[in-house]
């Protein structure tokens, strides 16, 4: 018999935030925290996604040093956790693979995938698609200029009332590059990372 990880004798609701967090920023975490204290999950698990093969290699910093900062950034609040479970997967990785392969590995948690309105837009050029949203809780929260249309036949998708975040990776990078002081809107325990103070 599995033994389970329960909460007040219930499976732990675990939701998957899966990126590339280069670097992760506030509005990941106030993301990851609303869901967390209004949308009814009892943890977040950040998976830092490996370097995707199609992309250039420069956009991307270190593996292991995403998964680090992230640490760093949510230590102390025990319900998110930063997880490098992708690392060993067969690269690329697919969300319908990594879901398949955390069941396999944690069967006492039900996972949750979360995703971007921007990102649901788009769901059908996912792979196995139809099992992704037939198969998992998926909850997908606001972002700018996409509308969210769930189809009755899908009841486990479901959209969230987040705040909108507008806060990009691309833009930290971009505004650390050009020299600007954008202090507050990264994690307080990386601010003075010596990585972030090179880019």
């Known amino acids: 018999m599995v033994q389970t990880t329960v909460k007040e004798n219930r499976i732990l609701k675990t939701g998957i935030f899966s990126g590339s967090f280069n670097p992760v920023h506030i509005g990941h975490l106030a993301l990851a925290n609303w869901l967390c204290e209004f949308a009814g999950l009892d943890e977040v698990w950040f998976v ?26 949510i230590a102390g609040y025990p319900k998110f956790r930063a997880s490098n479970f992708e690392f060993s997967l067969p ?7 990594t879901l ?21 837009a788009f769901i059908g050029r996912w792979k196995e698609s139809e099992a992704l949203v037939s198969g998992y809780p998926i909850l997908v929260y606001p972002r700018k200029g996409y509308e969210i249309h769930i189809p009755d036949s899908l009841p486990s998708v479901r959209a969230v009332d987040a705040p909108l ?26 601010r003075n990372h010596k ?3 090179n880019i």
């Open 91 to 97: 690269q690329p990785t697919y969300t319908i693979d």
């Open 195 to 197: 990585c972030l103070l």
């Open 48 to 73: 830092i996604t490996p370097h995707n093969p199609l992309k250039e290699k420069e956009e991307l910093m270190d593996d292991q040093l995403r998964y680090e900062l992230v640490e760093a950034s």
């Open 165 to 190: 975040m507008e806060i990009s990776s691309t833009f930290i990078r971009r505004s650390l590059k050009a020299g600007k002081d954008v202090r507050f809107f990264l994690p307080e325990a990386i």
């Open 100 to 120: 398949r392969a955390l069941e396999q590995a944690y069967p006492d948690r039900r996972f949750h995938f979360i995703m971007g309105a921007d990102n649901w």
